[in-house]
């Protein structure tokens, strides 16, 4: 929770923030994770993934400001995502249950770039590229399903609380209050053995609520 205050203040300070939106509504995720062995050279020993699930979608968002007078604009953005992973790649086949699950939540603070294709008009179509801090929590197990690693078919156990990067991009079809949005943001962790690479992506819709503090 501490963390997650910590990402939450690196918005909260920003000097664009005197004018900024809550984001509200419902998102279908489809989430991934790689899981790397730093002691072998990053090389990739496991594959989750999930099926498709729904939850919640609930954002920050600071307001846009545009470069000058082009349709180039940027803002910051918190973000979160759950997620279940409970299907592993395995001799070939991508949709085992083998007996692992990795569950938990990522948190992204993340200043974003965009280009307006429609700045003038009442329905707008962003499309943007961010990159910022992540934090992860997440808990579960895997199994190593790389046959040439000396602990193949061993299952391990993960609970990582961590920061990383994070980075993604989206598409977005939104007015005042509506928003649509896809977005594929993909944060990281690390505990002394392994990385833990994550792939979100989010179809939603959320209403957008403006809120002045000034």
Do not use: C
């Not at 997650?4 to 989430?31: C, D, E, Q, R, T």
């Not at 770039?113 to 962003?126: G, I, R, V």
């Not at 819709?205 to 000034?214: A, E, G, Q």
């Amino acid at each position: 929770m501490k963390k997650f205050i910590a990402l939450f203040l690196i918005i909260l300070f920003s000097s664009h923030l005197y004018a900024f939106s809550l984001l509200v509504g419902i998102k279908s995720s489809v989430s991934s994770m790689r899981v790397n062995d730093l002691q072998r050279g990053d090389e990739k020993i496991a594959q989750m993934h999930s099926t498709p699930q729904f939850y919640p979608a609930v954002g920050i968002r600071t307001k846009p400001n545009y470069i000058g007078k082009s349709n180039w604009g940027y803002f910051y953005q918190l973000d979160w995502s759950r997620y279940r992973l409970s299907r592993q790649k395995f001799d070939g086949i991508d949709d085992n249950d083998v007996g692992t699950e990795i569950k938990g939540y990522s948190v992204f603070a993340v200043p974003t770039l965009y280009y307006d294709f429609y700045k003038k008009e009442e329905w707008t179509f962003k499309a943007g590229l961010g990159i910022g801090a992540g934090y992860m929590s997440t808990k579960g197990s895997f199994k190593i399903t790389q046959a040439s690693h000396p602990e193949f078919n061993t299952i391990k156990a993960v609970n990582v609380n961590d920061f990383g990067i994070a980075y993604g991009i989206f598409f977005e079809l939104l007015n005042e209050h509506h928003s649509f949005i896809v977005q594929n943001f993909i944060p990281s962790a690390k505990d002394a053995n392994y990385e833990y690479a994550q792939d979100n992506v989010d179809i939603m819709y959320r209403y957008i609520f403006h809120l002045d503090l000034f």
